[in-house]
Each structure stands twice: as C-alpha cells, then as structure tokens.
C-alpha cells in the first residue's frame, strides 16, 4: 500500500468545502479601505499571527455580551466591541474531544473517529450502542499546527489538549512549544493554572522570532467541573447572589433524568468565568501593548455548551436554550464565537449565520494568505446579502456548503454561493 503524503491528502480532503466563516468575515469588510491594505500587506509576505482562545464548556449565555445577567466578563465583552460576535456559532460535538479534533482538522467528529470525549463512556447497558471512540486524534491526521508550521509560523500551544497521551500530543501534531499539566499544574486543584497558560503564552510571543509569524493556541480549563472559588471573584459574586431577587418560578427543572439548572445564580461558577476573562484580559493586554495586535487574527470559542445539568443540576443555566453540556439541544452545542481580524471585521459586529468549529480550519488559513481555497471562490454564486456592519441570513437557510465570491469595493451586496453535495 502506498502512502499518500499529508498534504495531498489535506488538499483533497478540503478542496471542495467552503468557507463558511471566511466568508462572513470578509463580507464584513466589503466597505473598509482597511480590508484591502490587509489584504496587500499578506501579500507582501506580512501574513497574520493568529491566537486561539478556547474555554472548556463555556455555555452560550454565560458572557455578559451574550446576556449572562449574572457572570462579569468585561475583557471578552470588549474584544467583542472590538470584533464580530456570531449569535450562531456550534460545536461539532456536544462534548470536549470532537469538537477539540474538528478545530484542530476541520473534519467532522466521524471522519476523525473522535466521536466522545477520550477515552469515551462504556457503551454497556445502553440501549443504544455507539461505536467505539478513538483515544487519540490520528497522527496522520493534518493538524492546524502542522499546516501553519508549513507555512512558516512558530507555532505555540498552551493547557489542555484531550487529544491523546504519550505519543499524541500538540508537540507531535505540529506545536513547536507545548506548555501542558507538566507546567501548569492541575486544573480543579489550582486556579492558577488559567494564567500560567497566558504567561506562557505571552513568553513564547515575546522570545520568538519576531521576523516570522506565529500561531499561539491558548486551551483553557475553565469553567470545568470541578469548579473553584476564584479568591479575586469569589466574595463579590457572593454578595452578588444574596441579592438577588427570588426567582419567581423554579430554579430547577427536570430535563430527562437529570435535573436542569435555569438560573445563573452560582457564586463559584461566577468567579471562575471571572477569573477566565481575566486570563484572557492578560493575553489581549499584552497584543496591544506590544503592538502585535494590529496585525494578529483573535478567536475566542467554546468547545461545548455549558453543564447545565447533572444528577444534581449543573453550575450554569444556558437558557434560553434548552439543555446544556453532553446533549443534542441548542444548549449543548451553541456556544460564543467572537473573532477579532485587524482589517477584516468591523468593530461591534453582530453575525447570525449559523458556523461550525470545522470552519475554522479553512478560514484560518484563508485569512493567514495560504492558497487554500481559492479555486472555490472563483466559483461562488448569489446567496446571502451584508448590509453595513450587520449580516442578514438569507431567506433561504444556509445549509451545506457556503462559499464567496470577491467582494468589488463599494458594493452593498456580497454573494455567497452553496453547495449541496457532501
Ligand atoms: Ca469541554
């Protein structure tokens, strides 16, 4: 049997997909002079560096931007006056693993074999029977770190992967630096660990090669069971809980056989989104201060919607979306995206189209200059319709595959195109 080399496999595996994201984020920019100088500095060879934020089971409701009436995340909010914030981001799973393979690849939970989270539930007695999860994202699987290393990046990872042990981790799946439980001690014991991930973040963008562009991905552990007071939170969420008034209907409802969480009112849970956006917050301090954010691509996601429910009910509410971390319902699945692309969203920017974790794959490395892609947009068609700073989902929903044409200066409409098949 011969072997095929990576990137072809790559290439055939995404030549027909679209860009989804990509092409919301350029339709953005349609009337921003900025848009096109960003364009030309990538093609001078001044391609973007790109940070990665992702929290671990941050549900949909939980960041004030997203209407938390009782969580404090001033740094996120203002990364989202700064970016676009897309009300209909999804998970390709319900839980960590597959939605953590499907970043990593752009390829859907089945194509990875990563369909739980590793090592993934004992099948036995269920009445469904599902099939076996891999424990491990394939080597042989292209990885975002392996393409943007290709591509000249140094590439960066730091805190939780769940992507495989000994023999699997980021360092073998294209990362030049990883900075994992090794280093930063455990999550759910320390409540440190968030901001040793940030500092060892800003240290690899500080001691790089300042000539070469770098992709940083920050894993976060919060806000995971089990869940911490975070000593500069806690009391102030403390005080903030025993004001509040009292519900006027239940706290707790029944969803299945567990029990639903339909209030955000936790004190602990409050500190520890608290202090995630304050890990954050050092991250974002440090591209501005040092100039790098003007040229650096910001994504800050959710690898599954928030526990909302347990035997005992879970630490948050997504409502109004119903259910939360592990099912099939809005609340499992829809999570926070915001994106902050220097010259390529506009400040404030809200998007309603439906995206998907396997997007950002293709729309990464669009947006960092690779070729990717291009073949598919020279082949877009009409569909959906940018009006100023807000984008509009088409009458016609927008499923299956959402591609963009190039977008003339000073035109109000940018079309995107579809593809039905695969
Ligand atoms: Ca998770």
Redesign the pocket.
Request: glycine letters at 12%; aromatic letters at 10%; one cysteine or more.
């Given at each position: 049997m011969t072997t095929t080399p990576k990137r072809l496999v790559w290439l055939n595996r995404h030549r027909l997909r679209g860009l989804v994201l990509f092409g919301i984020l350029a339709l953005s920019v349609f009337a921003l002079p900025q848009s096109w100088a960003f364009a030309s500095e990538t093609e001078k060879g001044s391609p973007p560096n790109v940070v990665i934020l992702l929290a671990?089971?941050l549900g949909w409701s939980d960041l004030g931007c997203y209407g938390s009436p009782f969580n404090e995340t001033p740094h996120l909010d203002g990364l989202a006056r700064q970016g676009m914030r897309f009300t209909q981001a999804y998970t390709a799973g319900s839980?960590?693993s597959p939605?953590r393979a499907s970043l990593m690849t752009g390829r859907y939970p089945v194509r990875t074999g990563v369909t739980d989270y590793i090592p993934g539930l004992n099948p036995t007695g269920r009445r469904l029977n599902p099939p076996r999860t891999a424990t491990q994202l394939a080597l042989e699987e292209v990885t975002l770190g392996e393409v943007f290393r290709k591509a000249g990046y140094q590439t960066f990872y730091g805190g939780k992967w769940h992507l495989g042990g000994a023999g699997f981790e980021p360092t073998q799946q294209g990362f030049d630096g990883y900075v994992g439980d090794a280093q930063l001690g455990r999550h759910g014991r320390d409540p440190m660990v968030g901001k040793r991930i940030s500092e060892a973040a800003i240290g690899f963008m500080r001691d790089r090669d300042p000539k070469r562009p770098f992709l940083a991905y920050l894993s976060y552990h919060e806000p995971?069971i089990p869940i911490l007071e975070y000593s500069d939170h806690i009391e102030r969420f403390r005080r903030k809980a025993a004001l509040l008034p009292r519900p006027s209907g239940p706290r707790i409802i029944p969803e299945r056989e567990g029990q639903l969480r339909i209030v955000q009112d936790d004190p602990a849970y409050g500190s520890e989104v608290a202090g995630l956006d304050s890990w954050v917050g050092l991250v974002l301090e440090y591209l501005e201060q040092s100039g790098l954010a003007k040229n650096t691509i910001v994504v800050f996601f959710s690898?599954?919607g928030g526990l909302s429910i347990k035997a005992e009910p879970g630490p948050t509410s997504n409502i109004p979306l119903r259910a939360g971390?592990g099912w099939l319902y809005e609340g499992g699945i829809r999570v926070p995206l915001i994106v902050r692309a220097p010259g390529v969203t506009s400040a404030g920017a809200v998007c309603d189209m439906p995206v998907i974790s396997t997007d950002f794959f293709p729309t990464l490395l669009e947006l960092a200059g690779r070729d990717y892609g291009r073949n598919c947009i020279s082949t877009a068609k009409a569909l959906c319709l940018f009006y100023g700073e807000r984008l509009h989902q088409a009458s016609e929903p927008c499923t299956g595959i959402i591609r963009i044409t190039t977008v003339p200066p000073g035109r109000p409409a940018a079309p995107f195109a579809r593809e039905t098949s695969n």
């Amino acid at each position: 049997m011969t072997t095929t080399p990576k990137r072809l496999v790559w290439l055939n595996r995404h030549r027909l997909r679209g860009l989804v994201l990509f092409g919301i984020l350029a339709l953005s920019v349609f009337a921003l002079p900025q848009s096109w100088a960003f364009a030309s500095e990538t093609e001078k060879g001044s391609p973007p560096n790109v940070v990665i934020l992702l929290a671990d089971d941050l549900g949909w409701s939980d960041l004030g931007c997203y209407g938390s009436p009782f969580n404090e995340t001033p740094h996120l909010d203002g990364l989202a006056r700064q970016g676009m914030r897309f009300t209909q981001a999804y998970t390709a799973g319900s839980v960590c693993s597959p939605t953590r393979a499907s970043l990593m690849t752009g390829r859907y939970p089945v194509r990875t074999g990563v369909t739980d989270y590793i090592p993934g539930l004992n099948p036995t007695g269920r009445r469904l029977n599902p099939p076996r999860t891999a424990t491990q994202l394939a080597l042989e699987e292209v990885t975002l770190g392996e393409v943007f290393r290709k591509a000249g990046y140094q590439t960066f990872y730091g805190g939780k992967w769940h992507l495989g042990g000994a023999g699997f981790e980021p360092t073998q799946q294209g990362f030049d630096g990883y900075v994992g439980d090794a280093q930063l001690g455990r999550h759910g014991r320390d409540p440190m660990v968030g901001k040793r991930i940030s500092e060892a973040a800003i240290g690899f963008m500080r001691d790089r090669d300042p000539k070469r562009p770098f992709l940083a991905y920050l894993s976060y552990h919060e806000p995971h069971i089990p869940i911490l007071e975070y000593s500069d939170h806690i009391e102030r969420f403390r005080r903030k809980a025993a004001l509040l008034p009292r519900p006027s209907g239940p706290r707790i409802i029944p969803e299945r056989e567990g029990q639903l969480r339909i209030v955000q009112d936790d004190p602990a849970y409050g500190s520890e989104v608290a202090g995630l956006d304050s890990w954050v917050g050092l991250v974002l301090e440090y591209l501005e201060q040092s100039g790098l954010a003007k040229n650096t691509i910001v994504v800050f996601f959710s690898d599954n919607g928030g526990l909302s429910i347990k035997a005992e009910p879970g630490p948050t509410s997504n409502i109004p979306l119903r259910a939360g971390k592990g099912w099939l319902y809005e609340g499992g699945i829809r999570v926070p995206l915001i994106v902050r692309a220097p010259g390529v969203t506009s400040a404030g920017a809200v998007c309603d189209m439906p995206v998907i974790s396997t997007d950002f794959f293709p729309t990464l490395l669009e947006l960092a200059g690779r070729d990717y892609g291009r073949n598919c947009i020279s082949t877009a068609k009409a569909l959906c319709l940018f009006y100023g700073e807000r984008l509009h989902q088409a009458s016609e929903p927008c499923t299956g595959i959402i591609r963009i044409t190039t977008v003339p200066p000073g035109r109000p409409a940018a079309p995107f195109a579809r593809e039905t098949s695969n």
